[in-house]
């Protein structure tokens, strides 16, 4: 099977399985932390050597506060549970703005842990302007914010919507795009298997 080397990941329908269950749209983030856990063990069985995660956007954080509070309180969750990991972890967003949170700030230069291992990318308070202003001379790809990401083979997207929302583009210029209709907090190893199963049959050019 042809293994994508790196992976995106968008964990969309966090509100929508809240109001769905009954709770909260607030409520719906914390849901999220087990199935990414949960997917990054099943990435570095798979073999995947990178792995980028959409936690917030800068135009999130236009939601009402008990929402931003608290998915910015769950993304400092996951990051430090992803710490635990081998892996090597790098935090990318805006971190000039009271939206970032200042927990994460050891982590915006990549760091080895635990031995290291798979590249593990975190966006938090990012935007795709943000990322593309970055001043200097030289290839687009090294005046990024996000320069030490690497290209995206293959985006999954949970949730249903068919959009890359911002989601690093110049990374996922020729990445594939898989969506699973199902919400995130509801994620199933099999939506991965399904995933690279999909990725697998595809023919890639390149725009060659």
């Not at 994508?4 to 809240?18: F, K, L, M, T």
């Not at 931003?68 to 969750?77: G, L, N, T």
């Not at 687009?140 to 068919?162: A, K, P, T």
Request: aromatic fraction near 12%; proline fraction near 6%; include cysteine.
């Amino acid at each position: 099977m042809r293994i994508p080397e790196h992976v995106g990941i968008i964990p969309d329908g966090n509100r929508r399985w809240a109001v769905r269950s009954g709770l909260q749209k607030a409520d719906g983030y914390r849901h999220g932390l087990a199935p990414g856990l949960a997917l990054l063990h099943l990435a570095r069985e798979s073999g995947i050597r990178e792995l980028s995660y959409y936690g917030f956007t800068t135009d999130n954080t236009r939601r009402p506060s008990v929402q931003v509070e608290a998915f910015s309180r769950a993304c400092v969750e996951a990051v430090g549970m992803i710490a635990r990991e081998p892996c090597s972890l790098l935090v990318v967003g805006r971190q000039d703005s009271p939206c970032f949170p200042r927990e994460l700030l050891p982590y915006t230069r990549r760091t080895d842990l635990n031995g290291g291992g798979i590249r593990v990318n975190f966006l938090v308070n990012y935007g795709w302007e943000w990322d593309l202003s970055r001043p200097g001379t030289g290839p687009v790809e090294q005046r990024l914010y996000s320069r030490d990401i690497s290209r995206i083979d293959l985006i999954i997207r949970w949730g249903g919507m068919r959009r890359l929302s911002g989601f690093l583009p110049v990374q996922s210029v020729y990445a594939d795009f898989f969506v699973v209709d199902r919400l995130w907090p509801d994620f199933q190893p099999q939506d991965w298997t399904d995933a690279l199963a999909w990725y697998d049959r595809q023919d890639v050019t390149r725009g060659g």
